[in-house]
């Protein structure tokens, strides 16, 4: 089998008390796996561990095969840019702009192209021109995932991704992601404490009372 594109090891961290400890996580290509657990219990955090955001107290974090913490500042950016996605539990949208407007920003960045059929999918493609601010909460949600996905990276970390959606909006979105993964061959890591919306993945890990298990 080939190489994961995430392997994390040993990972710790904490903020004013212990949030984890000794985290092992492996995430290979086509596979989809959710972490579940409770509000506060660090599911984020891990999460930002995972996509470079946090650097954790312990523990290695390798992404496609290479230790992230000896990595150059720039060679972290290029993987941000080009090769990871990641669906924030608050989503950042420029609010002024159109729903368009803020995917091109997006895709211009990452030099890849607008992908009609995901936007057609995810049921927003009559509003792309439509300012932020006018949408609702859930179109805002389908739109900043629209905008991952049309980066095309190679791993999508989501965090809550279905969290202001209705069941069935939610399982649409469920299905954008998985099919997704199934017809690129990167891998999802679902932050979630939906056990129904975790279910849909390949595997489910849960993190409490301090361990990820
Ligand atoms: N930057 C930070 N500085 C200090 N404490 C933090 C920081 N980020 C998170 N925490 C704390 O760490 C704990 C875990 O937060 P985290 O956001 O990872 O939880 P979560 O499992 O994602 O919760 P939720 O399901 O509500 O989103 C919380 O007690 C939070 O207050
Ligand atoms: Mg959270």
């Known amino acids: ?6 392997e994390a090891s040993s990972i710790s961290h904490s903020f004013d ?8 996580l492996a995430l290979n ?13 660090g599911k984020s955090t891990l ?3 995972f996509s470079t955001f946090i650097k954790p107290d312990e523990g290695s974090v390798k992404l496609f095969g290479k230790e992230l913490y000896t990595q150059s500042d720039a060679a972290i950016e290029a993987l941000r840019r080009y090769e990871i996605g990641i669906i924030f539990q608050f989503h950042y949208l420029f609010k002024g702009m ?5 995917i091109e920003v997006a895709t211009m960045l990452s030099g ?46 989501a965090d809550e991704p279905t969290g202001n959606l209705d069941k069935e909006t939610a399982s649409l979105v469920m299905d954008v992601l998985l099919d997704y993964i199934k017809e690129t061959g990167a891998g999802l890591l ?5 056990e129904q919306m975790a279910g849909l993945c390949d595997t489910v890990y849960r993190l409490k009372d301090k361990v990820l298990a």
């Open 1 to 6: 089998m080939s190489q994961p594109l995430l």
């Open 17 to 24: 008390t212990l949030l984890f400890s000794n985290v092992h």
């Open 29 to 41: 290509a086509f596979q989809s796996t959710a972490i579940i657990g409770r509000s506060g219990s």
């Open 47 to 49: 999460l930002h561990i």
């Open 98 to 102: 159109s729903a368009m407007d803020n």
């Open 112 to 157: 890849e192209k607008i992908d009609e059929a995901i936007l057609e999918k995810l049921e927003i493609k009559e509003l792309m021109h439509q300012k932020i601010g006018e949408l609702s909460g859930g179109q805002q949600q389908r739109v900043s995932i629209a905008r991952v996905l049309s980066k095309k990276p190679r791993i999508i970390f």
């Open 190 to 194: 679902l932050v979630t404490h939906d």
